[in-house]
């Protein structure tokens, strides 16, 4: 991060954390001192580490590990782990975000205007400017791979919008794009362009003609064997009347597609074979590879399959059911109910949904260790975690959990103003919490230990293997020794 932004962020939190205490809390902190949701610290549960809350779900500091977290609910939050290199820094998420991993770095606003840098595969250094769809600048300490482009006035960019290069010139007077060997000059786009490659001749009028032709061509893979890259013969007329396309040319698989839309479609190769009559609606598929059948009529809401590679039977919405050897899916009353099961070696993995978020189960086993972990979001009531160790963790409510699940930035910025109640339990290591808004009641427990507090700390329970304490309105009423043969409640 740039030196004076690191300068800002500090100077911010120490004024967040003092302004959310806002009274001597340090000089309470060797007594134990806890007022959620005032203020309270505490061990977390899940992983090693500490968390300070204040002011309700308005502050919080947490370490874990090697990573440190900080936050304003939902204002911003600034998150680094030296351990990975990265850090990260939220402005209204995600109105404003910066992201951090070792020398890569972005800054984004509203994903519209972007800073960004980093090193390349060649160790240049580059650094982005982008005001999308407006401006992309960027600078490298190696000069061929600068660029500027002011859209749609004039301008060259690499390796963005999904292709290598582009160049323009009054788009969509002229525009040239590059992706691998393939080079296509647009003219008027989309209506001209010209194209060219390894082996490859093309070029359209869209939308009332164009033709392609590319031949056999080879490559040399990764383990220095060469690989043939198949021709292909393409031609359309009154788009997407009419198409003749010869694919896979010099492979074991040569395809030719015979098209005039919707009374039918055709293609034939020596793995699959597929006619369709008015298109898309009716459709018979030979695959020979998968080994399977299929009818379609009228598509989508009718489809039939059997074979060994796939069995379908789909009434839409009614109910569909399909599975191959690796792969489930069927839905009654679509989208009442979903079910989607992935079985391969090492992982199986399912998940019911219903009525899209309103409901989702998902789990995934490690068939080789048994080892499981399941999530469970019911919007927007709660969501329920359990890992591969053991260790749970249910939250009430989880307004946007379970449309955008493991989303760190919701979990930092979000979702504590709407936790009204947490629980986490880590059998591992025996520890266990509870705590009810913003820890207005909180309860921890571990092998060794005890700790309670209720209604601002008014309220306070502390014991352990040697001695158990009690105070009333922050006073010690009661104090005794725990009997060394008996172990703390």
Not at 371 to 380: C, G, I, K, L, T
């Amino acid at each position: 991060m740039f030196p004076r932004s690191k300068i800002f962020i500090h100077r911010l939190q120490i004024c967040c954390l003092g302004l959310a205490v806002g009274f001597p809390s340090a000089a309470f902190a060797g007594e134990g001192f806890r007022a959620g949701p005032i203020f309270d610290q505490f061990e977390l549960t899940l992983d090693s580490g500490q968390r300070t809350e204040a002011a309700g779900p308005v502050f919080y500091d947490q370490r874990k590990d090697s990573e440190k977290t900080w936050a304003v609910p939902p204002l911003l939050s600034y998150d680094t782990d030296p351990a990975t290199e990265s850090k990260e820094f939220d402005l209204l998420y995600p109105v404003l975000t910066y992201e951090c991993y070792g020398m890569e770095y972005r800054w984004q606003l509203a994903q519209l205007l972007s800073f960004s840098g980093g090193q390349d595969p060649d160790n240049s250094t580059a650094k982005r400017f982008t005001l999308f769809p407006v401006y992309f600048q960027q600078r490298s300490s190696n000069p061929d791979e600068n660029y500027t482009a002011l859209f749609p006035l004039y301008g060259r960019l690499q390796n963005r919008l999904f292709r290598d290069e582009i160049f323009f010139v009054l788009f969509p007077i002229y525009g040239e794009s590059r992706k691998r060997d393939v080079v296509t000059d647009n003219y008027l786009y989309p209506f001209f362009h010209l194209r060219h490659g390894d082996g490859l001749q093309g070029w359209q009028f869209w939308p009332l003609i164009g033709s392609e032709h590319k031949d056999v061509t080879t490559k040399t893979n990764g383990f220095g064997e060469t690989e043939i890259i198949g021709g292909h013969d393409k031609f359309f007329a009154l788009w997407p009347v009419y198409f003749h396309q010869n694919n896979g040319i010099g492979t074991d698989n040569p395809e030719k597609l015979r098209a005039t839309l919707p009374p039918y479609c055709v293609v034939r190769s020596p793995q699959r074979d597929s006619t369709s009559v008015l298109w898309p609606l009716f459709t018979w598929i030979d695959d020979r590879e998968k080994k399977y059948h299929e009818w379609e009529g009228p598509w989508p809401f009718v489809v039939v399959a059997r074979g060994e590679g796939k069995t379908t039977t789909r009434a839409f919405p009614l109910f569909s059911r399909s599975h191959n050897d690796t792969l489930e899916s069927d839905f009654y009353l679509w989208p009442l109910y979903k079910y989607k099961r992935l079985h391969t070696e090492g992982l199986d993995r399912e998940r019911t949904r219903i009525l899209f978020y309103l409901f989702s189960n998902v789990t995934e086993k490690n068939t080789e260790t048994g080892a499981e972990r399941q999530r469970v979001d019911f919007w927007p009531l709660f969501t329920w975690h359990h890992d591969f160790n053991g260790s749970r963790r249910l939250q009430i409510l989880a307004l946007v959990e379970s449309a955008l699940p493991n989303n760190r930035g919701v979990e930092r910025n979000w979702s504590p103003l709407w936790s009204l109640w947490r629980s986490e339990d880590n059998p591992k290591a025996g520890a266990a919490s509870q705590s009810l808004l913003w820890n207005l009641y909180r309860r921890d427990t571990t092998p060794a230990s005890k700790k309670c507090s209720l209604l601002f700390g008014f309220f306070q329970y502390q014991s352990d293997s040697e001695m158990e304490k009690m105070r009333l309105f922050y006073v010690p009423v009661l104090k005794w020794h725990t009997p060394a043969e008996h172990p703390a409640k």
